[in-house]
C-alpha cells in the first residue's frame, strides 16, 4: 500500500488526477473504473482542464462505473450515468459508446448483474479503479454484511446510506432503494486501485479501514489485501493514521 498525503481537497484532486492522467497516457485504450460522490468531483474538474490544455487524450479510454441505482434512468438528474455524463464524460473526447454503467432500468437486474461482469472481462480487466470511501467504510455500494459479495449485484441500501446521499434529492423518499453494484471481487480484480479520501469526518471511518482487522462488517478493509493500493488522502482524513 502506498499513502499519497495531500495538503487539501484541492491538492488531493490534483495528485488523483495524475495517477489517473498518468494510467491514460501509459495505455491509450486502458479502462478505467470510476466512481461517483462528492470526493471524486474535484479529480473530474482537474482532468478536464489537463484535456482542455491539450495534455490528455480520452479517445482510445474505456470506462466502467462502481455503481447505479435501480429504478432511475440515465436521463434522471440523480442517476449515476447522469453523473457521469455531466461531471466528467460530455466534457471530455472519451467515446460514449466505449462508456458504461450498470443499467438501472433493467427488467432482469440478475441477467444485467452478470452482464456487467462480463463486460469487464470482455474489456480485459480493469486497469485502474477509482474508489471514494462511504461513512461506513463501503466501496461502491458494497455495504457492512456478513460475508463479502463477490461479483455484481443488486443491494437493498441502508437507510443511513440512504439519508446520507439525500443531499442530492429533493426528499429523502425519493432516493432509491435499491442499486446495482460491482462486488469485492469485481473491484479487487483491478490492477491497480486508487482510493481517494478528503476530510475530518473520514478519518476514523479511513483509519480503521487501513490499519483495522480486514472484515466484511467494513468492506473497504478488504483494500489493504490489494497488491497495488494507492491511497490518496487529504491531512484531515489522514490525521489519525
Ligand atoms: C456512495 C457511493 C460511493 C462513494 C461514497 C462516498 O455510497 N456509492 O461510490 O464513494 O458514497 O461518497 P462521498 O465521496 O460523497 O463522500
Known amino acids: 500500500m502506498r499513502i499519497i498525503k495531500a495538503k487539501t481537497y484541492g491538492d488531493m484532486s490534483r495528485k488523483a488526477a495524475n495517477v489517473i492522467s498518468a494510467q491514460v497516457i501509459l495505455k491509450n485504450n486502458c479502462v478505467l473504473g470510476l466512481a461517483t460522490g462528492a470526493t471524486v468531483l474535484g479529480i473530474y474538474q482537474q482532468l478536464i482542464e489537463w484535456y482542455q490544455k491539450g495534455d490528455i487524450d480520452f479517445s482510445g479510454a474505456r470506462s466502467v462505473n462502481l455503481d447505479e441505482y435501480v429504478g432511475l434512468a440515465g436521463s434522471h438528474e440523480q442517476s449515476y450515468r447522469h453523473y457521469m455524463d455531466t461531471n466528467f464524460f460530455q466534457h471530455i473526447n472519451i467515446k ?109 471511518i479511513l483509519n480503521q479501514v487501513l490499519t483495522g482487522p480486514v472484515t466484511p462488517a467494513l468492506p473497504g478493509s478488504i483494500l489493504q489485501m490489494h497488491p497495488n493500493l494507492t491511497v490518496v488522502a487529504d491531512e484531515e482524513a489522514l490525521h489519525l493514521l
Open 96 to 204: 460514449q459508446e466505449n462508456t458504461h454503467l450498470p443499467n438501472g432500468m433493467t427488467e432482469n437486474i440478475e441477467e444485467e448483474c452478470d452482464q456487467y461482469d462480463a463486460l469487464i472481462e470482455s474489456l480485459g480487466g480493469i486497469d485502474l479503479q477509482l474508489l471514494g470511501l462511504g461513512h461506513k467504510g463501503h466501496i461502491g455500494f458494497n455495504e457492512p454484511d456478513e460475508a463479502f459479495e463477490k461479483l455484481t449485484h443488486c443491494v437493498r441500501l441502508k437507510e443511513t446510506t440512504r439519508k446520507a446521499n439525500a443531499r442530492f434529492f429533493e426528499k429523502e423518499d425519493q432516493v432509491p432503494k435499491k442499486a446495482i453494484t460491482m462486488g469485492i471481487k469485481s473491484i479487487m480484480q483491478a490492477k491497480r486501485i486508487v482510493l481517494c479520501v478528503s476530510g475530518a469526518h473520514k478519518a476514523e
